[in-house]
């Protein structure tokens, strides 16, 4: 049994395996500390919680090296996120830090990545600059390449003028900025740019406002539930325009809360949300599969996020550069943390669930046009947008 309290979860022994790892180890037994803090309590537990239920699916075992999990909570506080990151560094000692579930608090943990020298697997989209360039690398997509799958869209149906409505915080700074690059060169015009706090109940007088612009798109640069109230307020006052939405908001949760208003919605999504419409050469369909395989045999049907799938990813990518950090330096060490940064560096094409990974000193997302799809709800589920 797991015993969860609001700062703090072990997950220990009894986690299943989904690679079908072994190795051989030597001596005595290495084992490796990871420390991950997510969101598991507050507005965005529903991107904390499927990567909490996720640690349960990963290998206890890489290349005969122990896996020793320790979960945090966070609540999305940036504070606290940073309290945890500190905690892992000097009292855990941990070989792997990872997190935050949403942006402030990842930006928080990779700060202190980049002052301990830990290798830090971030699971939301962080900007990345010079300084912290060594020790971190983002597991979702970047938001610039989720971004040109979105404008492509609406160049294609000839939008011209937008309205945006996002989140006061990063996440919507980052898709505003992401307009003004790509949208605005290709002839777009953003008529409004409102903004509302994650734990906000409603958006009416936001929504008034875009409906009184008569914008031909609207884009919602928000994540989790609260992706939905936009998209609520905006169908109940008759705006009938296309509603554009991030990948922060591809989640079960959303078309329950959404109801009928999620119809037609047009998403960026990770594939992992849906490779059984993938095509059979997709690199990402097998991985993809396994995860979705393991997670709803445990969970049930339609469980699926693509947040829980940043972990399994992350330790997929442990699969390929522990074998290669453990012939440097013991867990537990320095050198093995240096060992592993440098392994990401060299290790090539690592196939996942949520596209193909090739890390350099400059690309710390790594990903291509395989880590994405366009999809809309119909009838109450997924179907990709051709």
Do not use: C
């Not at 290495?30 to 537990?45: H, R």
């Not at 949300?273 to 049930?300: D, H």
């Amino acid at each position: 049994m797991i015993t969860l309290s609001r700062r703090s979860t072990l997950l220990g022994g009894t986690a299943l395996g989904l690679a079908g790892l072994s190795g051989r180890a030597f001596g005595q037994a290495a084992e490796m500390t990871v420390g991950i803090t997510i969101s598991i309590t507050g507005p965005a537990a529903a991107l904390g919680i499927p990567i909490r239920n996720s640690v349960e699916l990963m290998p206890t075992e890489i290349a005969g090296v122990k896996i020793r999990p320790i979960v945090l909570d966070d609540a999305g506080d940036p504070t606290a996120a940073t309290t945890n990151a500190r905690r892992f560094a000097t009292q855990d000692k941990v070989d792997v830090l990872m997190g935050s579930s949403t942006t402030p608090p990842g930006i928080a943990v990779s700060n202190v990545a980049a002052e301990a020298q830990i290798p830090h697997f971030s699971f939301a989209p962080i900007p990345v600059p010079p300084e912290r360039q060594k020790w971190s690398v983002v597991m979702p997509q970047p938001v610039a390449l989720m971004a040109k799958a979105l404008f492509e869209h609406m160049k294609k149906n000839n939008v011209k003028t937008v309205a945006m409505i996002g989140f006061s915080d990063s996440w919507g700074d980052l898709w505003l900025r992401e307009f003004k690059a790509q949208a605005e060169p290709g002839g777009m015009q953003l008529v409004a740019d409102e903004r509302y706090a994650r734990a906000d109940t409603s958006v009416a007088g936001q929504a008034l406002k875009i409906v009184s612009l008569r914008p031909q798109a609207v884009l919602v640069a928000a994540s989790g539930t609260g992706a939905a109230l936009p998209q609520i307020a905006l169908r109940e006052r008759g705006y009938q325009g296309p509603i554009y939405q991030t990948h922060g908001a591809v989640t079960r949760d959303f078309i329950r809360i959404a109801g009928r208003s999620a119809e037609g919605v047009i998403m960026a999504s990770g594939p992992v949300i849906a490779p059984e419409l993938l095509p059979a050469g997709a690199a990402t369909k097998a991985p993809g599969l396994a995860y979705v395989t393991a997670y709803e045999g445990k969970y049930g049907q339609h469980t699926r996020t693509q947040f829980g799938a940043h972990i399994f990813d992350a330790y997929k990518v442990l699969e390929r550069v522990v074998p290669v950090a453990i012939k440097a330096a013991r867990p537990g060490t320095q050198e093995f943390r240096e060992a592993i940064r440098k392994a990401m560096l060299t290790e090539k094409d690592i196939l996942a669930s949520q596209g193909v990974f090739n890390f350099t000193e400059t690309d710390r997302y790594g990903v291509d046009d395989r880590a994405r799809i366009l999809i809309t709800v119909k009838d109450g589920n997924w179907a990709l947008v051709n």
